[in-house]
């Protein structure tokens, strides 16, 4: 057997089904034998693209996504996207193709694992072909257990050499115990004694919860404590439709109704959350408040530069599970924020503006999220950009749907598609959406042809605002010319037809309906270019470039 085919072997063991990459000399061999092993494989317009899409399949299958490149420039296209995965704990295999060992005078040569450092993923070296299957085994294992990016460097060299000892592979999961890590009862009894002692208890539920899936621990608690409920950006809109006292974001994507009362709090439970500077405005949002925290890191600083008041290292599931009996034998049962006042209080939160901002020709942003949210159904999950057109989106969004948020992760714009596609593509090339700027999806436009040539019925609504409309803002702040920032667009509902999807631009709300009811009939690859105006300013905007309290 050769190395390549022992590695293929071995990547199949490890449960991988799709790979998005592109062929060349260095990983050709490789990418062979997984075809004759039943892997589907994506070929790309950009390994970086790839990469993006590797992620967001892990995010939505779950497990660690695989991506591939050829040795040298094929390497080093990677470098944005892996460091994007990399800021948000994204389980990811690369195998990338190696100039034959040690020839430092090869064109493509490149030293691998300095760069691999340089872009924040871990490292890994066949260096022989006895080490072949370990290297596999090593790299899925430490993406598994410590969520993270590894590159699997292999020489072309050593790939096509002979392996003449071949074992039964033994995949990482089988060197992987997963247990429930309990809760000290000792820390939830100091846990308890805050709450006992608080009148407005607010729960902020982040990512780690909802991967923990403890939603019905979390609403027992919430029953248990009169509490509001809250979310990260990474867990947007999870739970709203269970709850009448949800108050959507924490932080600085909130609404002004919600952070009038979650100043109130004078506790604050939170739930597989980092309490980052932005989901607590570096505590100045909760001034008042004791802070209990339920991880299973070992410790964490929150966004104010403090630890919690009382801190529990257990999974989501058991701490809430354990605090909530153990209040429930003091007994203690909070009235709270659960009162008739407050539930009409936040029914302002669904409210459309009175008045849209109208201009010929381009739309409200605010209009065409309210008319995306209602228009498209529920099941449909959402992936979210970055950039000032994602703010109004970020915020307005209010169905209840899966949301994905690409905000934070190293600032990149052009990710969010990608990540949708190979979201899709895990969940099996199921309807979704994704919400991006004009600026971002013409970055990688030409991944929109990867999606119509494997017919992956993602729906890009491109909120065009003809220019950098982060920078846009940004400059007209800071007394700069913002004309700078404006970048002309070609009608890109015509581009997406010619590249083989679905399209249409768009400058009316009808015009906008009449578009996704299109695509809500027949599903397949579409753009929709929604013509905006830019006399709109995002609330988090109006909030950090002019200190308006809105």
């Known amino acids: 057997m050769k190395v390549y085919e022992a590695l293929a072997e071995a990547f199949v063991r490890e449960g991988t089904s ?14 062979a034998a997984l075809a004759d092993r039943g892997v589907h494989l994506y070929e790309v317009r950009h390994e970086g693209s790839g990469l993006g899409m590797a992620d967001g399949w892990a995010r939505g299958a779950g497990r660690p996504g695989v991506i591939t490149t050829t040795s ?35 064109t493509q040569y490149l030293d691998q694992r300095r760069f ?19 290297a596999v085994r090593q790299a899925f294992y430490l993406a598994r257990t410590e969520s993270k990016p590894v590159m699997i460097s292999a020489p072309f060299d050593v790939q096509v050499a002979e392996l003449d000892d071949y074992e039964e592979y033994l995949p990482s999961t089988t060197l992987i115990r997963t247990s429930r890590l309990l809760p000290d009862p000792v820390d939830v009894e100091a846990a308890c004694d805050l709450v006992q002692n608080a009148k407005r208890v607010v729960i902020i539920a982040g990512r780690g919860a909802r991967k923990a899936d403890s939603g019905e621990q979390i609403l027992a608690l919430q029953e248990q404590t009169g509490a509001l409920l809250a979310t990260t950006l990474q867990a947007k809109n999870w739970l709203c439709n269970r709850s009448d006292f949800h108050v959507g974001l924490s932080g600085l994507f909130g609404d002004k109704t919600s952070m009038e009362l979650l ?31 339920i991880d299973t890191a070992p410790h964490l600083v929150m966004g104010n530069g403090r630890t919690a008041d009382s801190y529990l290292q257990a999974d989501a599931v058991s701490a809430v599970t354990e605090l909530t009996r153990a209040l429930k034998e003091r007994p203690v049962r909070l009235e709270g924020y659960h009162t008739d006042a407050v539930r009409q209080h936040l029914t302002a939160r669904f409210q459309p503006p009175a008045q849209y901002m109208r201009e010929p020709g381009r739309l409200d942003p605010r209009e065409a999220i309210w008319i995306l949210d209602h228009e498209l159904p529920g099941e449909m999950g959402l992936v979210l950009g970055s950039g000032h ?23 990149a714009i052009g990710q969010a598609p990608l990540i949708a596609l190979g979201q899709l593509i895990a969940q099996g090339n199921r309807p979704g959406f994704v919400v991006e700027g004009d600026a971002s999806f013409l970055m990688h436009l030409s991944e929109f ?17 003809q220019g950098l409309g982060a920078e846009y803002h940004k400059a007209k702040a800071k007394g700069l010319d913002p004309e700078l920032a404006t970048i002309s667009t070609p009608e890109l509902g015509t581009v997406a037809k010619a ?21 809500v009939r027949a599903p397949r690859p579409t753009v929709i270019d929604v013509r905006i105006t830019r006399e709109v300013l995002s609330t988090p905007y109006r909030r950090i470039q002019y200190g308006e309290d809105v």
């Open 499 to 519: 590249l083989g999807g679905g399209g249409a631009t768009v400058r009316t709300p009808q015009e906008l309906r009449d578009a996704l009811a299109e695509y």
């Open 263 to 293: 100043q109130e709090a004078d506790c604050v439970i939170a739930v597989g959350a980092s309490l980052n500077h932005y989901t607590i405005e570096s505590g100045y949002l909760y001034p008042e408040a004791k802070y209990i925290q």
């Open 72 to 106: 040298g420039p094929g390497v080093s296209q990677l470098a944005t996207s892996m460091i994007v995965a990399s800021r948000a704990g994204t389980p990811l295999v690369a195998f990338c193709g190696e100039t034959p060992l040690g020839d430092e005078g090869a």
């Open 18 to 31: 799709d790979v998005f990459g592109m062929m060349g000399d260095a990983n050709m061999h490789w990418m």
């Open 116 to 134: 691999a450092a340089a872009i924040e993923c871990e490292f890994i070296h066949v260096t022989r072909p006895e080490n072949a299957q370990e």
């Open 449 to 465: 042809e990867t999606a119509c040539r494997y017919d992956v019925p993602l729906l890009v609504v491109v909120m065009n605002d």
């Open 389 to 411: 057109q994602t703010d109004f989106g970020t915020m307005l969004f209010q169905r209840s749907r899966d949301v994905l948020s690409n905000y934070g992760m190293f600032g």
